[in-house]
């Protein structure tokens, strides 16, 4: 193969730069601006929107309606301490079981409304704590009960259950309800229902124990414990709240 003469190498040199040239020129865009620290910075659409439950919507399209939004923010929890998030919850879960959304799971909807109801030190915590939930209904719901019912109001509502006091004045009927709701104040003690009603009955001064022993034809103690929570029902059914006083014993 003879060597290639000066003017064909010229040629051949030129050829392989316009080639060079044009394929950098079709992989390389016209512009290439850099983004600024301030792009980068920039919110991406992705961090807007609140993850996804882990229950998928079948339903190619919803809407939750003003109406319910705005009933669910009317229930707002700050995260102030004389606040109870087991009450909270319980008015919540209510007004989520007025409505229901074609293709969506009630723990879905839970899920979707939840955030409206929250604002301030509340809302706060969700946008820290959403993300690691995994779009679980149930996780979420037990992480704002122990962030906003800790260990200390635990055992502060065991004590107020167990060392019960009827306040004076008061009518075996309010106090009976006032107990009910304290019980049902915070989570499940797991203290048995007989017990219960042991701290209730030591919790009254003489009056309303020997009324109630008198109700219960004998002994309070020793009717059954179906037979005793019968009683205080009648008694609170009977109650008028608007004038809490010591029933009579005519």
């Not at 993850?51 to 102030?80: N, Q």
């Not at 509502?157 to 009518?171: A, G, M, P, T």
Request: net charge negative; with cysteine.
């Amino acid at each position: 193969m003879g060597k290639l003469s000066f003017k064909s190498f010229s040629i051949l040199w030129n050829l392989f730069h316009i080639i060079f040239n044009f394929l950098s020129a079709t992989s390389t865009p016209a512009t290439t601006e850099q983004p600024s620290i301030r792009d980068f910075s920039a919110p991406t659409g992705e961090f807007l929107e609140p993850p996804l439950s882990e229950h998928p919507i079948l339903s190619s399209g919803y809407e939750l309606r003003p109406d319910l939004i705005a009933m669910v923010r009317e229930l707002s929890f700050f995260g102030l301490d004389s606040e109870n998030p087991y009450h909270h919850l319980r008015e919540f879960e209510l007004v989520c079981s007025c409505c229901a959304i074609t293709g969506m799971s009630r723990d879905n909807l839970r899920w979707k409304l939840f955030p409206f109801s929250l604002v301030e030190e509340a809302r706060q915590w969700y946008t820290r704590t959403v993300a690691s939930m995994n779009g679980n209904w149930g996780e979420l719901r037990d992480e704002f009960c122990l962030k906003f019912f800790p260990e200390s109001r635990l055992i502060a509502l065991r004590k107020d259950i167990v060392c019960f006091q009827q306040n004076e004045k008061e009518s075996i009927g309010a106090a009976w309800a006032r107990f009910l709701l304290l019980v049902k104040s915070g989570p499940v003690l797991s203290i048995p229902d007989y017990v219960v009603v042991e701290h209730f009955y030591s919790g009254h001064n003489k009056d309303s124990a020997a009324y109630l022993d008198m109700t219960a034809g004998g002994s309070f103690y020793h009717k059954t414990l179906a037979e005793g929570m019968e009683i205080l029902e009648i008694i609170t059914e009977n109650t008028s709240f608007a004038a809490e006083s010591v029933p009579s014993h005519e």
